[in-house]
């Protein structure tokens, strides 16, 4: 392999870890709005469950 091909081959795979990196920025913000979203989900009323104290 000759020095042309090995500095494409070094930018090449430096394309791929930037996008990756974006990628995986982007799934990390993702996550966390869905764990927002989830504690900020109001609880579900269940009016026909009542709680009762272990006999």
Known sequence: MNQ???ISLIGDLA???RL???ENT???KAVKQLQRE???TPQT???HVV???PK
């Open 20 to 22: 990756l990196r974006m």
């Open 26 to 28: 982007e799934t990390q």
């Open 51 to 53: 709680p009762r104290a």
């Open 45 to 47: 009323e269940l009016p």
């Open 38 to 40: 989830e504690n900020n």
């Open 15 to 17: 394309e791929q870890v």
């Open 4 to 6: 042309d091909n090995l």
